[in-house]
């Protein structure tokens, strides 16, 4: 039996190994996509972020275990990107740890992959191991990333429903997560809602939804949305803005306290993003962005695949002495590799 249809049927051996080809994009994993690609797009990809030590792997745990409670009996994986270097591995084992009381669970599965170090991008590869995932039956992938930077706009582009994460605050003035990051939120948790101020951080974030702060894929998204699918037709605005309220709510997930009702959105919102069609329109928008990524990141390695050794370094020699701009030097290497291309025989 091949290893994708092993990882179909259920077999988390196979699982495992096909998961470590494909993070590491070998050919083994690339055949491996092919043949799962198929049997994708039914899984509710959902992304956990929030600032470093918010609790999110300990949400991400209770979280897990209450999907596992739905009367469906749904499977979960989860996978746990990890902002620091594949050397120092502290917080990956941390994830271990806090997570170890998943492990007896058949229909749980835990990955943690670095996000320094992976190739092709921390978006292609967690999005391929999500095909895995969604390919072997999961209903639901949980993907916990830090909310720092880049990753949190590669996580609106793969998940279905964006978890943010604060803490309670130090005030009304002084808050954890930055205002930016609630664009992205389809959900709001205060968790630690234990600790003094967790109300007011509530209030703080339900007055900044309640100015207008709405989620990237309900608005600014839209249009890119819409034009990702053949046959859409662009919505209205407004409209469109009334859709989807992101609810705020506060947990104490170290209790598992509030996570039923967390769940109880998850699944509102699953719910209305496929009521509103807005399910494919996000599916399609993934696709898109993830062949858009492959291009880039394929593109720029033929580009250094194909210089011949030294002419970078000589290039790189005139940028520094200041003899060539950048801008210059890169048009000039372009066009250097352009004319190869064109006449190879000339060598
Ligand atoms: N008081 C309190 N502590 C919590 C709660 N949830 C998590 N913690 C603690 O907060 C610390 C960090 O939790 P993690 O779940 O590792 O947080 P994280 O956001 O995943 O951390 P990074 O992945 O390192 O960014 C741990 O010591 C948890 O036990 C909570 O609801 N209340
Ligand atoms: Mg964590």
């Given at each position: 039996?091949?290893?994708?249809?092993?990882?179909?049927?259920?077999?988390?051996?196979?699982?495992?190994?096909?998961?470590?080809?494909?993070?590491?994009?070998?050919?083994?994993?690339?055949?491996?996509?092919?043949?799962?690609?198929?049997?994708?797009?039914?899984?509710h990809k959902i992304g956990i972020t929030g600032p470093p030590g918010s609790g999110k792997s300990t949400l991400v745990n209770a979280l897990a275990k209450q999907l596992r409670q739905l009367e469906n009996d749904p499977r979960v994986a989860i996978i746990a990107v990890d902002?620091?270097?594949?050397?120092?591995?502290?917080?990956?084992?941390?994830?271990?740890?806090?997570?170890?009381?998943?492990?007896?669970?058949?229909?749980?599965?835990?990955?943690?992959?670095?996000?320094?170090?992976?190739l092709g991008g921390l978006a292609t590869q967690t999005e391929a191991l999500s095909q895995v995932f969604d390919a072997a039956g999961y209903d639901f992938i949980l993907i916990e990333t830090v909310g720092a930077g880049q990753s949190e706009v590669d996580i609106v582009n793969l998940a279905h429903t964006t978890i943010v994460v604060d803490v309670p605050g130090l005030g009304d003035d002084i808050q954890s997560i930055k205002a930016g990051i609630l664009e992205i939120a389809d959900i709001l948790v205060v968790n630690k809602a234990d600790r003094p101020g967790a109300d007011q951080s509530l209030r703080y974030l339900k007055s900044m939804i309640d100015m207008g702060y709405r989620p990237l894929a309900s608005s600014a998204g839209k249009h890119r949305l819409a034009d990702s699918l053949p046959n859409s037709k662009p919505c209205d605005e407004d409209e469109q803005q009334s859709l989807w309220t992101p609810p705020v709510m506060k947990t104490?997930?170290?209790?598992?306290?509030?996570?039923?009702?967390?769940?109880?959105?998850?699944?509102?919102?699953?719910?209305?993003?496929?009521?509103?069609?807005?399910?494919?329109?996000?599916?399609?928008?993934?696709?898109?962005?993830?062949?858009r990524k492959r291009i880039e990141g394929s593109l720029v390695r033929d580009f250094f695949n194909q210089l011949p050794e030294g002419l970078l370094d000589e290039t790189m020699g005139d940028v520094i002495a200041r003899k060539v701009s950048p801008a210059r030097a890169v048009e000039n290497l372009l066009t250097y590799n352009r004319n190869r291309n064109q006449s190879p025989h000339l060598e």
């Open positions: 039996m091949s290893l994708s249809k092993a990882v179909r049927e259920g077999s988390r051996i196979a699982l495992s190994r096909v998961l470590s080809q494909v993070e590491n994009n070998t050919a083994a994993g690339l055949r491996a996509l092919d043949e799962l690609f198929p049997y994708t797009g039914k899984a902002p620091t270097s594949p050397f120092s591995g502290g917080a990956i084992l941390g994830d271990r740890v806090r997570m170890l009381d998943l492990q007896g669970d058949p229909d749980i599965f835990i990955r943690s992959m670095a996000s320094r170090g992976a104490v997930a170290r209790e598992s306290e509030g996570i039923e009702t967390l769940v109880a959105e998850i699944l509102k919102h699953q719910k209305f993003l496929k009521e509103t069609g807005r399910w494919q329109l996000k599916e399609a928008w993934t696709l898109r962005e993830i062949v």
